[in-house]
């Protein structure tokens, strides 16, 4: 095992690295004992601290970053196998820890990474820390998750070094560009110097492809529309990825991907121990703090049996006292099939009309210090809401041989995958098959059908690391680029009228479905900035407007067409010109082989190419900015 | 201590099984103490330094005798580290120390019902993740087997009319359990593993 590569660049081992909310895992495929569509796969069993002092090997490493106190623990209790100098915890001692202790805790560090209210680069987590507990960033928090994960894999394979191998890390579809560009700048921080990003609904269908070894071609044929729903521990992630023939072959093209949605298995969780605790409390009994987290976790155990077997009418649930009196102070009570059935399904999975939509309250007041959950939590509505914006999704796509069907309100998936331990449960599976197929029937299309034997704890790991290997030209690729197009404001150039917002015109800068590693065109438009100072752009993306190319100038658009992003922010230092000179400059976009969105401004006449960065610190407020950038 | 009630006991059975195996068998907790030093000799918990009073103990490969044994003895003595973290593993995952030191006489049978379904389900997630467990015979209980010449006496026990010769015929009464892996957490050298379960302090 020894022997590396006869060429020494060429990486032996795709890893594949799932960045979640709640856990990251880690797979990879040997591509010297790999042939074709059979691979040789393994996942890293991921050592971690499991109680002080204690390291243990497991699947999962949980995505916690626990801050401990000085003299919390014993010197030589935060031992690693590879290091004895940590300062912080990470993983399953991060995690039960912080249940003890929830300020020095930080959790969901993904979801805060795209938080667009606050500023992602800045010391703000645990949020509810007190003063003298030292913050970190939720980039910061990423990089060490991240960062465990390369010394683990150094550790366990010491003759293959991490940095050499092709690394693949996910994130959701619906990551916006400086989500992205956070996620690639937190992996090379971490030292991962050969990273790729993929989608996670993409990963998971990767992995189901990977599985079939093979079968696949027979289990989905040209004209299919598959439908990836995704729901993790944090999030929920949903995209269509068609079946189309080119030049004789099978190929699969990713046609849309949904909006960032707050929501998954975490919050049934919550929702189940909640209801619980009210009926304990019903009963005279008032669960403390630390019992509401083992109504939690025995909620999850429970919800799982309940779950799996439709013959169970109730588990038990017994929640320990703290003291070591463990019969005397224990609280019981029971979770009954009617009331999952009450939550579960009708809170999270309602079967809805198709022409339902996610309900949305006007935020009251200052929201911005948590996280932006979703308000409405009915999965299915938002399924409804993806599935109707992206109703003319298949319009463009070659080789499909789709006919769009008259009148239809929805886009017709035909085959659905399933990703994400919440759906371990056939209940929510056929509750979502179900309403599904019920409005494709009002559509009078055929219902769709579900495709069997997803690995749905680490099919994002093993699809990551399968499309490491795919790349090198191994097996079928999705292919399908960018999924939203880009557009900057620019002022229109009428005289401004007192009391009112200058209108403001759309130009587009990236179109829908740039591949990696492709530029787009120099649009004809040109900006002034003002050298020394940084100019601000209004930035949107939109997830349906295919047609559009660079230079697309829109002047009205509906208010769901495009979606307002992160401000973009250039300036141009004043080496060879004169501070505070106007000069023009062309907006430019690529898409990196790293899979992230970069932008530059070049001056006219000149070779020179500066970046232009995103805005990750937060504020996003809609307001216009008194440095707008100008059209010129 | 295995003639108990087969229900729930029996289960929990499972639990002492493996916990009285490191203590009480050399040769298993020798594999156990082998597994453990063999990937990370740095990592590798002082066992001298964990035995009682090694005072004059020089560095040497072999386990420690216990001081108290006057003359060489072919007897080892087990490792009481593996066995205080398999105890620390069922007090924090099963509550099992306080299950086992409440008195539990004044309960009725369904307080101690419900604080055994949360032991059990501790234990067994404990066996699960640390152990693999499988029966020593593969035969349902109840079913006779023949035992050939030279059959492995340290894995299947004669009981009743035993007299003659292999091969010996009989029925299998208990299917026996081995264990086929222990996984057990790497210890810093500096952990102490005699506690348990550490005190706690709310602030």
């Known amino acids: 095992m020894s022997d590396i590569d006869s060429n020494e660049n060429q990486a032996r081992y795709s890893i594949g690295v799932d960045l979640g909310t709640t856990h990251c895992a880690l797979s990879y495929v040997d591509m010297s004992a790999s042939d074709g569509e059979k691979t040789a796969q393994g996942v890293l069993p991921i050592s971690q601290l499991t109680a002080p002092g204690a390291a243990e090997e497991r699947d999962l490493l949980p995505s916690f970053l626990y801050l401990p106190h000085e003299n919390e623990l014993a010197p030589g209790d935060l031992t690693l196998p590879w290091t004895q100098e940590r300062t912080f915890i990470v993983g399953e001692l991060a995690r039960s820890r912080g249940a003890g202790t929830p300020i020095r805790l930080v959790s969901s560090a993904k979801s805060w990474l795209c938080h667009p209210g606050v500023d992602r680069r800045a010391a703000i987590l645990p949020s509810d820390a007190p003063e003298e507990v030292e913050r970190v960033s939720p980039m910061e928090s990423s990089v060490r998750y991240l960062t465990h994960l390369r010394?683990?894999?150094?550790?366990?394979?010491?003759?293959?070094?991490?940095?050499?191998?092709?690394?693949?890390?996910?994130?959701?579809?619906?990551?916006?560009?400086?989500?992205?560009?956070?996620t690639a700048e937190a992996a090379a921080a971490a030292g991962y110097s050969r990273m790729t990003l993929l989608e996670e609904p993409q990963a998971a269908l990767y992995s189901w492809i990977q599985k079939s070894a093979g079968g696949w071609r027979k289990q989905v044929k040209v004209g299919d529309v598959i439908l990836v729903v995704d729901v993790g521990g944090g999030t929920?992630?949903?995209?269509?990825?068609?079946?189309?023939?080119?030049?004789?072959?099978?190929?699969?093209?990713?046609?849309?991907?949904?909006?960032?949605?707050?929501?998954?298995?975490?919050?049934?969780?919550?929702?189940?121990?909640?209801?619980?605790?009210?009926?304990?409390?019903?009963?005279?009994?008032?669960?403390?703090?630390?019992?509401?987290?083992?109504?939690?976790?025995?909620?999850?155990?429970a919800k799982e049996t309940l779950l799996s077997d439709p013959t169970v009418e109730a588990v038990p649930l017994v929640v320990p006292?703290?003291?070591?009196?463990?019969?005397?102070?224990?609280?019981?009570?029971?979770?009954?099939?009617?009331?999952?059935?009450?939550?579960?399904?009708?809170?999270?999975?309602?079967?809805?009309?198709?022409?339902?939509?996610?309900?949305s309250r006007a935020r009251v007041g200052l929201t911005q210090l948590g996280l932006p959950y979703a308000q409405d939590a009915a999965v299915t509505r938002h399924l409804a809401a993806f599935l109707g914006r992206q109703v003319n999704a298949l319009a463009e796509v070659e080789g499909l041989r789709h006919q769009a069907p008259q009148g239809a309100t929805l886009l017709h998936p035909t085959v659905v995958l399933f990703n994400g331990g919440v759906f371990k449960s056939p209940l929510l599976v056929e509750r979502v098959m179900t309403t599904l197929n019920a409005w494709l029937a009002a559509e009078s299309a055929p219902p769709a059908r579900l495709l069997e034997g997803a690995d749905l704890d680490l099919a994002v790991a093993r699809g990551a690391a399968y499309?490491?290997?795919?790349?090198?030209?191994?097996?079928?690729?999705?292919?399908?680029?960018?999924?939203?197009?880009?557009?900057?404001?620019?002022?229109?150039?009428?005289?401004?009228?007192?009391?009112?917002?200058?209108?403001?015109?759309?130009?587009?800068?990236?179109?829908?479905?740039?591949?990696?590693?492709?530029?787009?065109?120099?649009?004809?438009?040109?900006?002034?900035?003002v050298v020394g100072e940084p100019v601000h752009f209004r930035f949107f993306g939109s997830s349906v407007r295919r047609q559009d190319q660079v230079g697309t100038l829109l002047e009205y658009w509906q208010p769901d067409e495009l979606q307002e992003l992160e401000e973009i922010e250039a300036s141009l230092p004043p080496?060879?010109?004169?501070?505070?000179?106007?000069?023009?400059?062309?907006?430019h976009a690529r898409v990196t082989e790293a899979g992230t969105l970069e932008l530059e401004a070049i001056p006219r006449g000149s070779s020179e190419r500066w970046k232009v960065e995103f805005d990750v610190r937060g504020g996003l407020s809609g307001d216009m900015r008194a440095d707008q950038g100008m059209g010129l | 201590m295995t003639d108990m009630n087969p229900g729930f006991f029996g289960r929990i059975g499972i639990a002492f099984g493996a916990f009285f195996g490191i203590l009480g068998n050399a040769a298993f907790a020798g594999r156990v103490q082998r597994l453990r030093e063999a990937p990370e000799a740095p990592e590798a918990p002082d066992f001298a330094a964990e035995a009682p009073r090694p005072a004059a103990a020089p560095v040497a490969a072999a386990p420690a005798p216990a001081p108290a044994q006057p003359a060489p003895s072919v007897l080892k003595e087990a490792s009481p580290v593996a066995a205080l973290q398999l105890l620390g593993l069922l007090q924090r995952d099963a509550r099992f120390i306080d299950f086992v030191e409440e008195d539990i006489v004044n309960y009725s049978d369904a307080d101690i019902g419900a604080a055994a379904r949360l032991v059990h389900d501790g234990c067994r997630a404990v066996l699960r993740e640390h152990f693999t467990i499988k029966p020593v015979r593969t035969e349902a209980e109840g079913s006779r087997v023949t035992l050939q010449e030279g059959f492995d006496a340290a894995a299947v026990r004669l009981t009743g009319n035993v007299v003659g010769k292999a091969p010996f015929n009989g029925q299998v009464s208990h299917r026996g359990w081995k264990v086929e892996d222990t996984r057990l957490p790497k210890l810093a050298p500096s952990h102490d593993a005699s506690i348990v379960a550490p005190a706690e302090v709310e602030l």
């Open chain 1, 151 to 182: 010394e683990a894999w150094n550790h366990a394979h010491p003759d293959a070094p991490f940095d050499r191998q092709d690394v693949t890390v996910t994130i959701p579809a619906s990551f916006d560009p400086a989500a992205r560009e956070l």
């Open chain 1, 575 to 587: 080496e060879g010109r004169t501070p505070g000179e106007v000069v023009p400059v062309k907006l």
């Open chain 1, 236 to 301: 929920t992630d949903l995209s269509l990825i068609a079946v189309v023939e080119r030049e004789g072959n099978l190929e699969l093209h990713r046609v849309a991907v949904g909006e960032h949605i707050l929501l998954g298995g975490d919050n049934m969780d919550l929702a189940l121990a909640h209801t619980v605790a009210r009926k304990l409390a019903a009963l005279g009994t008032q669960p403390d703090p630390w019992q509401l987290r083992a109504l939690t976790y025995a909620c999850r155990s």
């Open chain 1, 321 to 359: 006292s703290r003291g070591s009196k463990l019969i005397g102070g224990s609280l019981r009570t029971e979770l009954t099939r009617a009331e999952l059935t009450q939550i579960l399904l009708e809170g999270f999975f309602p079967q809805v009309d198709a022409s339902a939509r996610p309900v």
């Open chain 1, 467 to 529: 499309y490491g290997y795919v790349r090198r030209g191994k097996g079928v690729r999705i292919r399908g680029g960018t999924a939203r197009a880009y557009y900057v404001a620019v002022e229109s150039a009428m005289p401004a009228v007192p009391g009112l917002e200058p209108p403001v015109q759309a130009l587009c800068v990236a179109p829908f479905g740039m591949e990696e590693g492709t530029d787009a065109e120099l649009p004809a438009q040109e900006f002034g900035l």
